[in-house]
């Protein structure tokens, strides 16, 4: 079955701290990853995306998350936290069609 | 500006009527996607459409209905069918093909009381 298996529901951090969130996923094919975040109030956006090619990939606002195949996973990390990336954040993968599968998403709190 | 809109941002009804969420995209995608969020479970897939005049149930389809008669809209209808209706709606677009992503609507809040 296809899934995608997000290993923290919440997070909380001081600002500065540095940021792991874990994501596994179970698909039978090859497979496109997303991480996407959430701000209180506003919409759904895309903070990366690995289709191929180098499997550490750099997103929006100082993120970044690396493929392991081998692992089936695709963490995301942010080596210093500020308040505003304090959001819910969300893995998914896809595979045809464009049908994203979500994971349960993340609610990340930074204290200031 | 491009992009989806979906109106309106928070919606009451009644339990036993039938409510249409409107999903309207200016950026010339073929696909969109409907999606329902609960709180602890992410999102999760209702119906999708690659192309005008055709739609595919997702995962969760049940109590739920489509239409697709222009490539720029794809409105959401939730039944009387639909057991837990009350959750937070998001609609997607994308291009059709493998390596694209999906952009996302600011979503309804619908709230069946």
């Known amino acids: 079955a296809q899934s995608v298996s997000q290993h923290n529901h919440h997070v909380i951090l001081s600002e500065a701290a540095s940021l792991e969130l874990g994501c596994n996923y179970s698909?039978?094919?090859?497979?496109?990853l997303f991480w996407y975040v959430q701000y209180p109030g506003q919409h759904l956006q895309l903070l990366l995306k690995?289709?191929?090619?180098?499997?550490l990939v750099k997103g929006i606002k100082g993120f970044e998350a690396e493929f392991i195949k081998s692992k089936f996973s695709f963490n995301l990390r942010k080596p210093s936290v500020q308040w505003s990336d304090t959001a819910e954040y969300f893995c998914?993968?896809?595979?045809?069609?464009?049908?994203?599968?979500f994971g349960a998403g993340t609610r990340l709190a930074v204290h200031p | 500006d491009g992009g989806i809109t979906q109106s309106p941002k928070y919606l009451f009804r009644k339990e036993g009527q039938n409510v249409t969420l409107s999903c309207e995209q200016n950026l010339n995608h073929d696909a969109m996607y409907w999606y329902r969020q609960d709180p602890g479970q992410g999102l999760r897939l209702i119906y999708y459409?690659?192309?005008?005049?055709?739609?595919q149930k997702g995962d969760i389809a049940e109590g739920y209905s489509v239409s697709r008669e222009k490539k720029e809209s794809f409105p959401l209808t939730v039944t009387s069918a639909q057991k837990n209706p009350t959750a937070f709606y998001l609609c997607a677009s994308s291009y059709p093909e493998r390596n694209t992503e999906a952009f996302f609507g600011q979503g309804t809040r619908l709230t069946v009381v």
């Open positions: 698909y039978g094919g090859t497979v496109n």
């Open positions: 998914a993968i896809s595979g045809g069609y464009n049908k994203l599968i």
């Open positions: 690995y289709f191929s090619g180098d499997p």
């Open positions: 459409s690659q192309i005008v005049n055709d739609f």
